[in-house]
């Protein structure tokens, strides 16, 4: 009955999907890090020498463009994008000292920075920024999180995630402003948006 009704064609029909390749001038690795619904992708590569990192904007419409570095960074890493086109994420002195990180915001062209020692890694909808801080400069182990709402301001919560890699996302957030976020090697919270949270 369902193939005289739709008949076989309807039924086995897949969707249509258009590649475009993201391709870095002279690097050899590209790594995205997050696409928004309007599909603008964020992301850094890295080509020869390996000091040569660079963060990096995508779209269908405008194509391929380098995202300014913070003053003094040599490393840049955009994290997050919203459907508004604010980006979030971090920087470094140099590629290699990712104990020495600070938090950015790029919105509207105008790059604002956390204090030392912050990754911006999260940003919602209502332009809610979330990221690790509290960051051991002896280890790289991470003590706190942050939620934001514009740098430098952030609430800071406690939260024993151990050590952070350059890209991990220790805290992330939704378009509520519920957040989630590690506390320990085996154990996470989440924090609803009226401060309550649940082990």
């Known amino acids: 009955v369902a193939l005289a009704a739709f008949g076989v064609t309807e039924l086995v029909a897949q969707p249509g999907y258009t590649v475009d390749p993201i391709e870095a001038p002279d690097g050899f690795?590209?790594?995205?890090?997050?696409?928004?619904?309007?599909?603008?992708?964020?992301?850094?590569?890295?080509?020869?020498?390996?000091?040569?990192?660079?963060?990096?904007?995508?779209?269908?419409?405008?194509?391929?463009?380098?995202l300014p570095k913070p003053e003094g960074h040599e490393f840049s890493v955009p994290m997050d994008i919203n459907d508004a086109g604010t980006i979030v994420g971090f920087a470094c002195p140099t590629w290699s000292d990712t104990t020495n990180p600070s938090g950015w915001k790029l919105e509207n062209g105008v790059?604002?920075?956390?204090?030392?020692?912050?990754?911006?890694?999260?940003?919602?909808?209502?332009?809610?920024?979330?990221?690790?801080?509290?960051?051991?400069?002896?280890?790289g182990s991470v003590d706190c999180v942050f939620i934001s709402s514009e740098p430098p301001e952030m609430q800071t919560i406690a939260a024993v995630a151990g050590h952070s890699g350059a890209m991990d996302r220790s805290i992330v957030v939704n378009d509520l402003g519920q957040t989630a976020y590690r506390a320990g090697a085996t154990t996470a919270v989440f924090r609803d948006t009226d401060g309550t949270t649940i082990t």
Do not use: K
């Not at 850094?44 to 990096?56: A, C, D, H, I, L």
């Not at 204090?115 to 051991?136: F, K, M, Q, R, W």
């Open 29 to 66: 690795a590209l790594y995205p890090s997050a696409i928004n619904n309007s599909g603008v992708v964020v992301g850094w590569w890295y080509g020869s020498p390996v000091t040569n990192r660079q963060p990096f904007i995508y779209s269908q419409a405008t194509g391929y463009t380098l």
């Open 111 to 139: 790059l604002s920075l956390y204090s030392a020692g912050t990754h911006a890694v999260g940003i919602n909808e209502s332009d809610l920024i979330v990221g690790s801080t509290c960051i051991d400069a002896f280890d």
